[in-house]
């Protein structure tokens, strides 16, 4: 499975923005796709997954603000970011791991994105 990340870019804060994994090579709807993000000097985090069943998790930081989907016959996973702030700064990337739950760690996930840029500023 290859994963194209996409979607980034410079906005304000209050914007919104909806990035896309793309997957290719074969279908990944059993798997589970979740978005990660990396800031400047900080580690990578987990922002939000969706299993092959469409149960999603959010970090608590970006409950009620981010929106995880997924749309099986595009092969595509979206993330919907609403009411950005300028600590939303970050590059996000998109993996997939056929784990049945989203998985906090990226050592557990099999396969990853390019990255996508979001810039937040104020």
């Not at 469409?54 to 970090?59: C, I, M, P, S």
Request: aromatic letters at 10%; charged letters at 15%.
């Amino acid at each position: 499975v290859q994963l194209q990340a996409s979607g980034g870019g410079l906005v304000q804060t209050g914007d919104s923005l909806r990035l896309s994994c793309a997957a290719s090579g074969r279908s990944f709807s059993g798997y589970v796709t979740s978005w990660f993000r990396q800031a400047p000097e900080k580690q990578r985090e987990l922002v939000a997954g969706i299993t092959s069943g469409g149960t999603t998790k959010y970090a608590d930081s970006v409950e009620d603000q981010f929106t995880v989907s997924r749309h099986n016959a595009k092969n595509t996973v979206y993330l919907e970011m609403n009411s950005l702030k300028p600590e939303d700064t970050a590059v996000y990337y998109c993996a997939a791991s056929q784990s049945p739950r989203v998985l906090h760690s990226t050592r557990l996930y099999e396969y990853w994105g390019q990255g996508t840029l979001v810039t937040v500023s104020s």
